[in-house]
Nanobody
């Protein structure tokens, strides 16, 4: 089972930026996909962004143009750069890896104040 550790969450004012990191316990090069999901209080977990083997990316409509997902294979890390943050982006953000199995990180809190 691949272990995923997220970092980079925190409190930021609306309009600000944060970069989330997710480091895997082994190489991410052969992963089928890696992504970021989020879950706000009282809501279901939803896809934010993912990167699929081969490099194609997919974003939720709510974050297109503001968030960017990227990887550093040498560091076994996937990033989520979040710009122009809005209060509605407040949630716990989870890293996800698919490799024939599915692994989740423990989550990192992002709070955007108005």
């Amino acid at each position: 089972q691949v272990q995923l550790v997220e970092s980079g969450g925190g409190l930021v004012q609306a309009g600000g930026s944060l970069r989330l990191s997710c480091t895997a316990s082994r190489s991410i090069f052969s992963m089928n996909a890696m992504g970021w999901y989020r879950q706000a209080p009282g809501k279901e977990r939803e896809l934010v962004a993912r990167i699929i083997s081969g490099g194609s990316t997919d974003y939720a409509d709510a974050v297109k143009g503001r968030f960017t997902i990227s990887t550093d294979n040498a560091k076994n890390t996937v990033y989520l750069q979040m710009n122009s943050l809005k209060p509605e982006d407040t949630a716990v953000y989870y890293c996800n890896a698919i490799y024939g199995r599915v692994s989740w990180g423990q989550g990192t809190q992002v709070t955007v104040s108005s």
